[in-house]
């Protein structure tokens, strides 16, 4: 079984907004930010803005779920954000 390549957050924020604006459900949503969930990450469309809309809310969901089958988050960011929160 072949490692997945990695991404960085910018990275994989960008491809994430480039495919959701190229969907008119989707013209409201503003930025994406990815994080570290467990072993995996997760993209979310926070703020206070409007509210996304179901179909867009699907959207997302599924460019998630597709682009974390095919890259995985540079681990670099993960170590970054635990030296920060382990001084």
Request: with cysteine; hydrophobic share 35%; proline share 6%.
């Given at each position: 079984?072949?490692?997945?390549?990695?991404?960085?957050?910018?990275?994989?924020?960008?491809?994430?907004?480039?495919?959701?604006?190229?969907?008119?459900?989707?013209?409201?949503?503003?930025?994406?930010?990815?994080k570290q969930m467990g072993l995996s990450w997760d993209a979310t469309l926070p703020g206070d803005g409007p509210r996304l809309n179901t179909e867009c809310n699907a959207r997302?969901?599924?460019?998630?779920?597709?682009?974390?089958?095919?890259?995985?988050?540079?681990?670099?960011?993960?170590?970054?954000?635990?030296?920060?929160?382990?001084?």
């Amino acid at each position: 079984m072949s490692q997945k390549p990695s991404k960085s957050a910018a990275e994989l924020e960008n491809i994430i907004m480039t495919e959701l604006l190229g969907y008119p459900e989707c013209d409201g949503a503003g930025v994406v930010v990815v994080k570290q969930m467990g072993l995996s990450w997760d993209a979310t469309l926070p703020g206070d803005g409007p509210r996304l809309n179901t179909e867009c809310n699907a959207r997302l969901s599924e460019i998630n779920n597709r682009l974390r089958r095919e890259f995985n988050l540079s681990s670099s960011v993960f170590r970054n954000s635990l030296r920060k929160s382990h001084p």
